[in-house]
C-alpha cells in the first residue's frame, strides 16, 4: 500500500510473541519511496507495554523499509540534529492508519560523528531463547547489525549530512502545512 505525502498515521511496534511494545500516536508521512518510507513526528504522545504515557521531545524523522530488518529514527534538538537512534527490526507492514513492525531488541546508537554503540544485546538474548526466535530470523538480525554496521563506516544512508538535511527540510515545510494544521484542529 502505498502511502500518501501529508498522510497522517500511527507507529506501533510489537515483539516477537505479538504482545505489544510501544506505540507513536501521530506521525506524518514525508515520502514513499515503494521500498522505504520516510515519517515524522515531533511531541508526540508515546504509549509504552506497560500503558504509560509520555511526549517525545522534539523532532524525530524516521526511516522505515519495507524489505530491511532495520529502522532509522533521526533526532533533532530544535534545528540541531542530535543522533540516529537505529532498531534492529522486521520490514514494515500496513495495518490499516498504522504502521507496525517487529522489535527484535537490538539498538543501535550513532552520534552525529558517526561513533556507535550497540545497546541491548542481554535483552536480544534473553527473548531469543524465551521467544524461541526462528533461524531466519536469527540469520535476518545478524545481516541487519552487519549492514548497519558497514553503512556507518562507509557515511552511506542514512548516516550522511545530506540525509540529515533533508528530513529536517521535508519536515519543516510541512509543518505548518500538514502537521501544524492537523495539530490546530486537535486543540479546538
Known amino acids: 500500500m502505498k502511502l500518501t505525502k501529508g498522510q497522517i498515521i500511527r507507529i506501533e511496534s510489537i ?57 532509522t529514527i533521526l533526532l533533532y534538538d530544535g534545528k540541531k540534529f542530535q543522533l540516529f537512534y537505529c532498531n534492529i527490526a522486521s520490514p514494515v507492514q500496513m495495518a490499516g492508519p498504522c ?42 538480525v545478524n545481516r541487519a547489525v552487519r549492514e548497519l554496521e558497514r553503512r556507518v563506516r562507509e557515511g552511506s544512508e542514512p548516516f550522511t549530512q545530506r540525509f540529515v538535511e533533508k528530513g529536517h527540510h521535508l519536515f519543516s515545510h510541512m509543518d505548518q502545512s500538514v502537521w501544524g494544521e492537523t495539530r490546530r484542529n486537535e486543540n479546538k
Open 15 to 71: 515483539k516477537h510473541d505479538g504482545s505489544f511494545h510501544r506505540s507513536w500516536d501521530r506521525s506524518v508521512v514525508l515520502e514513499d519511496r515503494g521500498d522505504s518510507l520516510l515519517l515524522a513526528n515531533k511531541d508526540v504522545k508515546v504509549t509504552e507495554k506497560d500503558g504509560h504515557t509520555w511526549v517525545s521531545h522534539g523532532l524525530a524523522v524516521c526511516q522505515f523499509h519495507r524489505k530491511r530488518w532495520f529502522n
Open 99 to 140: 504502521l507496525k513492525y517487529v522489535d527484535y531488541d537490538l539498538d543501535l546508537v550513532v552520534d552525529s560523528d558517526l561513533r556507535y554503540r550497540w545497546l541491548d544485546r542481554e535483552e536480544f538474548e534473553i527473548n531469543r531463547k524465551r521467544m524461541q526466535y526462528p533461524a531466519r530470523v536469527i540469520r535476518e
